[in-house]
């Protein structure tokens, strides 16, 4: 079974700091992997999408990399600002009969101040 | 574009009730939808999925049910609520199975 860890668990930096989440799964087949931002008592956004085939997507100041081999992703997020404040979660999706499930992690907890 | 509803946003419902929630996608057509919880201290679980009107997948034995009457409605349902029931329930949905999937509000539900 898909297993997926976040680390840290929590993050507290001051604003204009560039951040690396990590997040690690223990079945390398997947077929793609996606992060999400959470706010507190709100739905999931996403962020980013990455394909198995792929090493990296950007969008604005995130950069999410992915090592299938290695079973990683990160989530890089350049100058961070207050307003980034909030949970991050990763998702493997599985290949196969399993296609179509998300296995998420248990999410890192930003604060980004002022 | 795309939008999907939940509702109720907040449901506080004592043990052994029934439970109905709803979830609609608008501005496309046959998608699949996903029911996740999201439980105090725990990853967000994914219970159903269905790929179309009719076709429930069940991911985790419990005492939930779920059903689509219509192409874009998704209902998740409970005859007897129990305690750990509570959480945060999500709706989603993605074009296809493998494809980026797109998540509702949320509707929180405290069992009581």
């Known amino acids: 079974k898909q297993e997926v860890t976040q680390i840290p668990a929590a993050l507290s930096v001051p604003e204009g700091e560039n951040l690396v989440l990590n997040c690690s799964f223990t079945d390398s087949a997947i077929y793609n992997l996606q992060w999400f931002r959470q706010d507190p008592g709100k739905g999931l956004t996403s962020l980013l999408l990455?394909?198995?085939?792929?090493r990296e997507q950007t969008s604005g100041r995130l950069n999410a990399s992915l090592d299938k081999s290695s079973g990683r992703s990160t989530l890089y997020i350049a100058a961070s600002q207050p307003g980034d404040s909030a949970t991050y979660l990763c998702a493997a999706q599985g290949r196969g009969s399993t296609l179509g499930r998300l296995y998420f992690g248990r999410g890192t907890q930003l604060t980004v101040w002022p | 574009s795309q939008t999907i509803h939940q509702w109720p946003a907040t449901l506080v419902q004592p043990v052994g009730s029934p439970l109905s929630l709803e979830c609609t996608v608008e501005?496309?057509?046959?998608?699949?939808l996903y029911w996740y919880r999201q439980a105090a201290g725990r990853g967000l679980q994914l219970l159903f999925y269905s790929v179309g009107i009719g076709q429930i997948s069940s991911e985790v034995p419990q005492n939930l049910s779920a059903s689509r009457p219509q192409d874009r409605q998704f209902i998740l349902s409970s005859k007897k609520l129990l305690l750990s029931d509570s959480g945060f329930y999500l709706c989603a949905w993605s074009r296809d199975r493998g494809n980026e999937q797109f998540f509702g509000p949320g509707t929180r539900l405290t069992v009581l």
């Open positions: 501005g496309t057509s046959n998608p699949n």
């Open positions: 990455i394909q198995s085939s792929q």
